[in-house]
């Protein structure tokens, strides 16, 4: 016979209603008595009736999750730290990666809808605007992490991205770095052009022509990060560091070098950004700047809540700063 919220006040030895303020999260329970309930319901397998709870207006306890690529260990790292907040606040989460489509994205903003989120967070590069404004209309919660569309009107977590372009093309320059190529994602995403943007201000700052450097627009992964560094490297006027928008691009940078039989950092400096696991684990160990990734996840999760919950008003743009990690493939050049 299933458990009922009957079953659960009975055995927990409190009301009908305390129970339902347990599993909705509202009013002023006892942490004892919250836990109290929460264990007698692991106990006897209840499990809520999120259709119904969505059919009578109630929450479903759940946020749908937009990333771009799965393949992208930033993005499975921030997908672990929203997931894990929301289990620590009592929220499942439905997780969609778009692969950078944009009829993808629509079809998945469609079926989170459909399985009444209550709240949908975004890292992708958000080519679907129009479908994002209708879940605004729709009073849907929608809260941006890695990215910010400010006329969208949405809580977002990101950092300071021309901050961290810029640290990247100082560390270099203070090296001795006068031809610094850059591969970066897509410039039509604004986190990329600020990168991009900051980049271009070092270089402006010491006097280099940032107008006679390599720069390339590239999907992201590790093969294009390679096909465009080996581009380069093969040039007569081949660059001496390469900044790279995110780590698997400067991975891909890496490889190029080591197939050229370039040694890094002596030959070619390489520094990237996001300061994913695996940075730390490619040979040689990859300077990056760091995101603060478990602090985003866990933020994105906690604004998007608030909403949900009805305890926040206003809408909140955060923006953190990032930290250069200085490993060892970067050093001063041997060529100017």
Same mark, same amino acid.
């Given at each position: ?6 079953? *659960? ?30 264990? #007698? ?16 207006? +109630? ?18 790292? *921030? ?14 989460l439905v997780m ?92 039509n995403l604004n ?34 990060? +390679? ?27 890496v490889q190029a ?6 040694? #890094? ?27 603060? *990734? ?30 250069? *990690? ?11």
């Amino acid at each position: 016979m299933k458990t009922t919220i009957y079953d *659960i006040a009975k055995a927990a030895g409190v009301s009908i209603a305390t129970v339902s303020k347990v599993i909705n999260g509202t009013g002023r329970i006892s942490t004892e008595t919250r836990e109290r309930v929460n264990e #007698i319901m692991q106990e006897l397998d209840y499990q809520p009736s999120v259709v119904a709870s969505a059919l009578t207006g +109630k929450s479903t306890f759940t946020i749908g999750l937009l990333i771009p690529d799965l393949a992208n260990p930033l993005y499975a790292e *921030i997908a672990r730290s929203v997931e894990d907040r929301g289990r620590e606040l009592g929220f499942n989460l439905v997780m969609c990666s778009t692969d950078n489509n944009p009829r993808r994205e629509g079809d998945y903003i469609t079926f989170l809808k459909q399985k009444r989120v209550d709240g949908i967070i975004i890292s992708t590069g958000v080519s679907n605007e129009i479908g994002l404004k209708n879940l605004a209309k729709q009073k849907i919660p929608v809260a941006l992490v890695t990215r910010d569309i400010p006329s969208l009107g949405a809580d977002s977590v990101k950092i300071d991205d021309f901050l961290g372009g810029y640290q990247a093309a100082s560390h270099l320059i203070g090296l001795g770095h006068r031809h610094i190529a850059v591969i970066t994602e897509d410039l039509n995403l604004n986190s990329s052009k600020e990168r991009v943007r900051g980049y271009r201000y070092a270089l402006e700052e010491a006097g280099i022509d940032g107008d006679k450097q390599f720069c390339v627009e590239s999907v992201s992964s590790v093969e294009e990060g +390679k096909r465009h560094a080996l581009e380069m490297l093969r040039s007569e006027d081949s660059p001496t560091a390469i900044f790279a928008s995110n780590d698997l691009l400067a991975i891909g940078a890496v490889q190029a070098a080591k197939e050229l039989r370039l040694t #890094i950092p002596w030959d070619l400096s390489v520094i990237g950004f996001d300061n994913t696991l695996l940075a730390g684990i490619v040979d040689p160990p990859l300077t990056t700047v760091a995101q603060p *990734i478990a602090q985003m996840g866990r933020q994105v999760m906690d604004l998007i809540i608030q909403e949900v919950r009805g305890q926040k008003q206003t809408k909140q743009r955060i923006v953190l700063m990032p930290e250069l *990690i200085v490993r060892q493939s970067t050093t001063f050049p041997r060529k100017v």
